[in-house]
């Protein structure tokens, strides 16, 4: 079975930073593109982050410079590093990822919370 598990939420005050992992396990041949999303309360989840099995990266307008998707082939890890967080940052955040195992799945996280205070 396939999953991934994030980690590196919390609470933070605003200004401050956090980095978040995803880790990817099971039986896997190769991980294609891998993103972080988030879903604050009372909104629909919106795409974050993004980056291809080449780096390629892509970031939401409202994320740009403070932001930054990374990824770890080799230990199929993505991270996002967050910096000068805002409390309209806070929400749920969760990974995703195409991966093919002995068939192609697209796999969410369980999601981790990142709390900024103002």
């Known amino acids: 079975q396939v999953q991934l598990v994030e980690s590196g939420g919390g609470l933070v005050q605003a200004g401050g930073s956090l980095r978040l992992s995803c880790a990817a396990s099971?039986?896997?041949?190769?991980?294609?593109?891998m993103g972080w999303y988030r879903q604050a309360p009372g909104k629909q989840r919106e795409l974050v982050a993004a980056?291809?099995?080449?780096?390629?990266?892509n970031y939401a307008d409202s994320v740009k410079g403070r932001f930054t998707i990374s990824r770890d082939n080799a230990k199929n890890t993505v991270y996002l590093q967050m910096n000068s967080l805002k409390p309209e940052d806070t929400a749920v955040y969760y990974c995703?990822?195409?991966?093919?195992?002995?068939?192609?799945?697209?796999?969410w996280g369980q999601g981790t919370l990142v709390t900024v205070s103002s």
């Open positions: 099971g039986s896997i041949f190769s991980i294609n593109a």
């Open positions: 995703n990822g195409g991966i093919a195992t002995y068939e192609y799945l697209e796999v």
């Open positions: 980056i291809t099995s080449g780096g390629s990266t």
